[in-house]
C-alpha cells in the first residue's frame, strides 16, 4: 500500500484535542481526518477508507470503547486505539480483551510515543491485509490443486479402463496375438494363441523368443525389430502352417517391440 493511500481518523469531543492531534502528526505519511463525537466519526468513515482510528474514551453520547466496537462491526480491517485516562482502566481492559481495542494509550500522551504507536497500528494493517492475500492465495492454490487432482484422477481412471477394455479385446480376439519386446521376450498371448499353440500355455512372459519361437520366425521377427521393414512371412510351428502380419509398436525411428497376428494357413 502505497503512503498516498494510508489515513488515520482522530476523534474527540473536543476540537482542541484534534486540533493538538492534527498539529503532531502532520509531518507523518499518511492523512489525518478529525470528528468531534462518535457518531461524526462513524460518518468519516463511511466516506473513507481508513486503516487507523484514534478515539477518546470519555465522550457524551457515545464513548470511546461504545465508537470502536461499532467499527469493528462494519470496519473490521480497521486498527483501533483508544486515548484515555487511568479511571477507565477496568472499561478498557475489557474491550482489548473483546478484541475492540488494538492499543490503549493512556492521557495525557507522550508525544513520540503516540506517533511510534500510531506507525505500528499502520504496520500491523500492512501486515493483516498481506497475510489475508496470502490466504486468499492459498486457498487458490490449494483449490487448484484439488481441480487438478480430480482431473487426473479421472484421467488415470479412464487411462485404466481403456487399457482394460484394449486388453479384453486382445484377450477374446479370434487370430492368435504375440506381442514380442524390442530385447525379443514374448510380452503379450491371448486366449486364441495359448488355446492354438501348445508350447504357448505354459510359456512365461518374458520368455526368450528363441527359446519358443521355431528359428525362421525368430529371424523374420528379429529383422522386423532391427530393420524396421515390416514384412509378412509365413512359419511352420507345431505341425501348423501360420502366416504373421507384424506390426511394429511405437516409431520406426523407436520401436518398443511388435504386434504379430498369426493365422492358419494352407500348406
Not at 487458490?140 to 482431473?151: D, G, V
Not at 523374420?220 to 512371412?233: A, D, H, K, P, Y
Request: proline share 4%.
Amino acid at each position: 500500500m502505497s503512503t498516498e493511500e494510508l489515513a488515520l481518523l482522530c476523534v474527540d469531543d473536543e476540537p482542541s484535542i484534534l486540533s493538538a492531534l492534527k498539529r503532531l502528526l502532520r509531518k507523518e505519511p499518511f492523512k489525518v481526518y478529525t470528528a468531534v463525537g462518535g457518531q461524526a466519526g462513524l460518518e468519516v468513515m463511511a466516506r473513507h477508507r481508513i486503516q487507523v482510528v484514534v478515539s477518546d474514551q470519555r465522550m457524551p453520547g457515545m464513548t470511546g470503547t461504545q465508537f470502536l466496537q461499532k467499527v469493528k462491526e462494519q470496519w473490521p480491517d480497521t486498527i483501533r486505539v483508544i486515548l484515555s485516562g487511568f479511571a477507565e482502566a477496568d472499561v478498557i481492559v475489557e474491550s482489548i480483551n473483546q478484541g475492540e481495542i488494538f492499543r490503549f494509550v493512556a492521557k495525557p500522551w507522550k508525544d513520540e510515543s503516540l506517533k511510534a504507536t500510531i506507525r505500528q497500528c499502520f504496520e500491523h494493517h500492512r501486515i493483516l491485509l498481506e497475510n489475508r492475500q496470502l490466504e486468499k492465495q492459498t486457498r487458490q492454490q490449494l483449490e487448484q490443486l484439488k481441480s487438478l487432482n480430480q482431473l487426473l484422477e479421472a484421467s488415470v481412471e479412464v487411462r485404466t479402463k481403456s487399457l482394460e477394455l484394449s486388453q479384453e479385446i486382445i484377450e477374446k480376439l479370434p487370430l492368435m496375438v504375440l506381442g514380442i519386446s524390442r530385447e525379443e521376450e514374448l510380452v503379450l498371448t491371448n486366449g486364441a494363441a495359448r488355446n492354438g499353440i501348445e508350447p504357448l500355455q505354459d510359456a512365461l512372459l518374458g520368455t526368450e523368443i528363441e527359446d519358443l519361437l521355431p528359428p525362421e520366425a525368430v529371424a523374420s521377427i528379429r529383422s522386423c525389430l532391427t530393420s524396421t521393414q515390416v514384412e509378412e512371412f509365413t512359419f511352420q510351428w507345431q505341425d501348423r502352417n501360420l502366416k504373421a502380419h507384424p506390426e511394429l509398436l511405437g516409431t520406426r525411428e523407436e520401436t518398443r517391440g511388435c504386434l504379430l497376428l498369426l493365422e492358419e494357413v494352407s500348406p
